[in-house]
C-alpha cells in the first residue's frame, strides 16, 4: 500500500505558556511530530498573536523516521519568542507530510493538568 | 500551494461552565479560533441546550492573520448569556474558513484539570 | 449552503468509568451528543468489552435542535449496566446525523482529572 | 449500510510513559482499539525516538468486537521495551481496519492528570 504519511501543513488554535509552575514539573507546551518519511524535512512554525503582527516561519529540521517534540518556549526568530501568559496560535508547514499533535502541561497549583490534541491538517483545495 | 484555510461551520458538543473555583485560576472554557485569510471574517456562535431553544447566531468579528480565544462566559445575545453548571453544546459559523479549537480549564477543586479537542468540521455536501 | 448535519456512526474506544471519586465532584463519563437537525432521531448505543460479547443497541432518544450528555453509567439494557473499573469501548448509530463527543471526569484522587476527544466518525465507502 | 469500520493505518506523535507516580492511581498510557469486524486481526506497532533508530513492527492479535486498552509499558519486541521519562511516538498498522484512540495517566504529582485524543489516520492515496 502506498499511503500519504501525514499532511504538510497544520494548525493549532490554543496555544498558551503558562507563567507558573508548582512541584517537580514544569508547565510547558510541545509540538510533537513524527516524520515516517525515509527523508529529513524542513518546517516552518509561525505564532499568531490576538492584538500584533504573526512571527512568521521560524525554520527547524525534522529529522526521518523520528520523533520531535519541541517545547514552544524553544522556539526563536531574529531574538523573538513566544511571551508566557498570553493566548496565541501555531501554523506548522512542512516540505514533506508529517503528524503534528499538541500537548500542555500546567503545573500552575498543585497537582498537575494535561491537555492534548491533533493538529488540524489543512488539506490542498 | 493554494489551501483552504479550514472551514466555516463547526461544532463543539460538550460545552459546560464549572460554576465553581478554587487557588489561582479561574474554571473557564475558551473557544479558540484561528483567522488564517488576508480578510477579517464574520462568525456567528449558536448555543444548543437540552432543555430550551437555542441561543442563535451571536456575531463577533475575527481579525485577519489573529489569534481569538474567547471566553464562553462573555457571549451575550440580547441580554441572555450561558449559564453555568448547564450542558450545553456550540455551534460556530464563519464567512470564511477559519480553524477552531475547545478548551476548558476546570479548578472546581484543588488541582487543576485541563481538556481540549478541535471543533468537528461540518462540510458541503 | 446544504450541509450535512454530522455523521450516523461514530466509534470512542477508551471507555472507562472510574469506580472512586473525592471532592465534590462524582468521577463520570459523558457521551455529548448534538442534534442540529430539524427533527428527533433514534440513536442506538452498542459497548464492546474486552473478555466478552458485546452490549449490542441500546436504544435512545435525541430531540431535534438539543444538546445532550448521556452519562454512561445511566445506560441500560435488559438490565445490564456498564460496570464500574473496566475498560471498555462505545460505538453510536444514528438514523440523522449527529455530532458525538467524549469526556471523561476522574475524581479518584483529590484534584481533578478531565480529558476529552471527538468521537471517530466512520462513513460510507 | 455498508460502511468501512475504521483504517489500516494510525499515529500518535505524543508518547511518554511519566517515571513516577503517587496516590492510588499508577501513571501509565494506554492505546486503546476496537475491533468492529466479524473477524481477528494482526497489528504492527512501531516505536519512534527521537535520537535512535525504531523499534519496528511489534505484533500483536486484536479480537473480533472486542476493547484492546494496551498498556505502553507492556510492549516487548526480542526483549526491548520503551523506556519511561523519554518522549517518543507511535505507528498502529493492522490488517483489517480499526479504530485507535491514545491517553495517559500521570499521577506524577499528587492530584490526577489525563490527556487523550483519537490517533491521526493515514488513508491510501
Known amino acids: 500500500m502506498n499511503r500519504k504519511k501525514g499532511e504538510t501543513h497544520w494548525i493549532i488554535p490554543d496555544g498558551f505558556i503558562p507563567p ?11 509540538i510533537c511530530i513524527v516524520n515516517c518519511n525515509n527523508e529529513d524535512t524542513a518546517i516552518y512554525i509561525t505564532i499568531y498573536f490576538e492584538d500584533r503582527d504573526p512571527i512568521e516561519k521560524i525554520p527547524m529540521m525534522i529529522h526521518s523516521k523520528r520523533s520531535h517534540h519541541i517545547r514552544t518556549s524553544s522556539l526563536e526568530l531574529n531574538g523573538e519568542k513566544i511571551p508566557v501568559n498570553v493566548p496565541y ?3 506548522v508547514e512542512s516540505d514533506l507530510p508529517i503528524i503534528v499533535q499538541y500537548s500542555r502541561l500546567d503545573s500552575t497549583q498543585p497537582g498537575l493538568a494535561l491537555m492534548s490534541t491533533m493538529g488540524y491538517p489543512l488539506k490542498s483545495e
Open 89 to 91: 496560535s501555531i501554523e
Open 20 to 30: 507558573l509552575s508548582s512541584g517537580e514539573l514544569i508547565s510547558h507546551e510541545s
